[in-house]
């Protein structure tokens, strides 16, 4: 079922604007869309400001001859595209809509396409009319059947496609006050490293804002914004966006040595390379940060239940130690923000599993879902696989008292959390770089 109907008529010169405008409304009416929640119609060219006056006036004209749509019709007219369709989503996002029809021509698909690749996901389900625009304005549908080429992007085309993007990014206002990087006392400033908190970034949806640090065709926060996020982290942290590799969770123990053929997923990244920046992610998992300063190795793991249980933490250990020559005595591993023994539980058969490592990372262990301690099992895990009980840091605080992390589900102004926030959640990571 349609929900929005975008029309696009960018590529009709602004001469013709009362014809295409005339010609908008009998397409919206030709494909019976007049009924559609949202009616958009679009146009994207210099001299904005006089176009939006006149379509307003013909509009109103129209509204007098011909059927318009029964819902909302609004014509958005910018120079920037990402513009235009940034602020379409922000509308239907707000009504949960995702199935949208657009009408374009052949010579904007192509165009259309990598904006969407960019500002939208794969939850979102878009279907294509294509119009055709003939030397004097005159639009009609193009015909079932039609074989009509579609025009193939230059490279400079697209660069000014991304250009725009990124432009229009970079020019919105950061959500949620100013971004927030916390640290462990624990690891030295040979490294650089944090572990981020939601504010500062640019997402808005509830339960992704604002600092969303990836895109998931499961959500809604597109890759335009995610990187963008990345972007800002990267100023006020230090490090350079493009020497930075997000860690492809797949829950398991699979370690990527920086160098080596990359797998096709994994839950972990060593490295010893200056200057590249290596993260995992979290949103109620644990991102784990290694560091070895006497061999200058650092390394990331995701440590959800799943990981754990699998031995992420140690086999990342276990690479930095066969790949670069570390000691696990000189290792120093700091644990970022997850979900606490409070907020989390599992089913008795899985959380029998943990019981088996240490008895103590089980709280009423007799329930259906007994409680789980990631945190607790972690350091378990290390500590027998020969990381010095010293050396493990459960603080991201910056605290110089050692507490425990806080939970993420519990502190929703601060975390994002997967439990706390359902399918539509944002997330967390937590990075580290070898400094020269």
């Known amino acids: 079922m349609v929900e929005v109907v975008l029309i696009d008529f960018s590529d009709v010169h602004y001469d013709y604007i009362q014809k295409w405008l005339h010609s908008a409304v009998n397409v919206i009416s030709t494909c019976n869309l007049t009924a559609s929640p949202y ?53 239907i996002d707000k009504q949960n809509l995702s ?3 657009v009408i374009v021509s052949t010579g904007r698909k192509a165009t259309f396409e990598v904006y969407v690749q960019q500002l939208f996901t794969a939850t979102y389900k878009f279907t294509f009319e294509t119009l055709v625009i003939g030397s004097e304005g005159e639009i009609k549908l193009q015909l079932p059947g039609t074989c009509v080429e579609e025009l193939v992007l230059m490279s400079q085309q697209r660069d000014d496609i991304w250009k725009d993007i990124w432009m229009f990014m970079a020019q919105l206002k950061g959500v949620m006050g100013e971004i927030v990087i916390l640290k462990s006392l624990l ?14 970034g640019i997402s808005y949806l509830p ?12 959500r809604r926060d597109p890759k335009a914004v995610v990187t963008e996020n990345i972007r800002r982290l990267s100023m006020s942290a230090g490090f350079n966006p493009q020497m930075y590799y997000l860690a492809k969770v797949s829950h398991g123990n699979t370690v990527w040595s920086l160098g080596k053929p990359e797998p096709e997923s994994y839950d972990a990244i060593v490295t010893n390379r200056i200057g590249v920046t290596i993260a995992a992610p979290g949103a109620d998992c644990i991102p784990l940060l290694f560091a070895d300063p006497v061999q200058h190795v650092c390394g990331v793991a995701h440590a959800g239940w ?38 989390f539980t599992l089913h ?12 103590s990372c089980v709280k009423m262990a007799d329930s259906p879902r007994p409680s789980v301690d990631l945190r607790r099992t972690t350091r378990v895990l290390l500590e027998r696989g020969g990381i010095l009980s010293g050396n493990i840091s459960d603080a991201s605080t910056g605290s110089r008292y050692g507490e425990v992390t806080v939970c993420t589900v519990c502190h929703p102004d601060t975390f994002f959390s997967h439990i706390r926030d359902g399918s539509n959640f944002g997330t967390q990571i937590g990075f580290i770089s070898v400094q020269d």
């Open 99 to 101: 199935n949208i029809q």
């Open 207 to 218: 339960g992704l804002s604002s600092l969303n640090l990836f895109s998931s065709w499961k």
């Open 187 to 200: 690891i030295p400033d040979l490294f650089l490293h944090g572990f981020t908190t939601r504010t500062g």
């Open 39 to 91: 009616v958009f119609i679009t146009y994207s060219q210099d001299n904005t400001d006089i176009v939006n006056n006149d379509i307003q006036r013909y509009l109103h004209q129209l509204s007098n001859q011909v059927e318009m749509p029964k819902a909302t019709l609004e014509v958005l007219a910018q120079a920037s595209f990402a513009a235009i369709l940034y602020t379409i989503k922000q509308k």
């Open 306 to 343: 799943k990981g754990t249980l699998a031995g992420v933490a140690m086999a990342t250990v276990s690479t930095m130690t066969a790949e670069f020559g570390c000691r696990a005595k000189d290792i120093l591993v700091a644990m970022g923000p997850c979900v606490g023994p409070c907020c």
């Open 348 to 359: 008795q058969d899985v959380a029998q599993e943990f019981m088996k490592i240490e008895p």
